[in-house]
């Protein structure tokens, strides 16, 4: 998984686990099976409507690790 390059700056296993768990969660589903230059930002969105309100700190985490293996 793309989430294995950034595993030299994770604090523990905990951490560890929360990065890659939260994008199975929300970005998976969505965007899961898609070429990086493929997706849009309208997948993005997808993404982080439906959490942005409600897990506020969640969604703001799940944008950041996507930056990440995006960028």
Known sequence: MAETQYRHGW???KH???W???LKTY???VIGAMRVNAITTEDI???LSPI???KTETAKRVQG???NILD
């Open 11 to 13: 604090r523990n296993v």
């Open 16 to 18: 560890a686990r929360q």
């Open 20 to 22: 890659a768990s939260t």
């Open 27 to 29: 970005a998976r589903p």
């Open 45 to 47: 969105l997808k993404i």
């Open 52 to 54: 942005w309100t409600t």
């Open 65 to 67: 690790r996507m930056e």
